[in-house]
Nanobody, 125 residues
């Protein structure tokens, strides 16, 4: 059974940090690229950060560049999102998504094969 299980969300004050994890199982981790998406209430789901299956190249949305860092641990089949200097506008449900090899457009959610259930991030001002 394919699973992506996110964890690490919670309540944090503005300026604080959180580290999200996405544990993958049921497929060959090394053959998939991963992206973190987020969705705030009443808004469309948006791509936050991507990590490539092959060379580990990373991409970030402009809104999180310099504050968020994506990484992965192949030995643990886990992808991480380190979020620093959090702002109220970062508050959303964060989802992990996986696509076989490399998506044509990393920010397009229709590209992805597997999704997690999401983890809530709340930032208090």
């Amino acid at each position: 059974e394919v699973q992506l299980v996110e964890s690490g969300g919670g309540l944090v004050q503005t300026g604080g940090s959180l580290r999200l994890s996405c544990a993958a199982s049921g497929f060959t981790f090394g053959d998939y690229s991963f992206t973190w998406f987020r969705q705030a209430p009443g808004k469309a789901r948006k791509a936050v950060s991507y990590i490539d299956y092959s060379d580990g190249e990373t991409y970030y949305a402009d809104s999180v560049k310099g504050r968020f860092t994506i990484s992965k641990d192949a030995a643990k089949n886990t992808v991480f999102l380190q979020m620093n200097s959090l702002k109220p506008e970062d508050m959303a449900v964060y989802y992990c998504a996986a696509d076989w090899r490399r998506p044509l457009m990393w920010s397009y959610d229709g590209e992805y094969d597997y999704w997690g259930q999401g983890t809530q991030v709340t930032v208090s001002s």
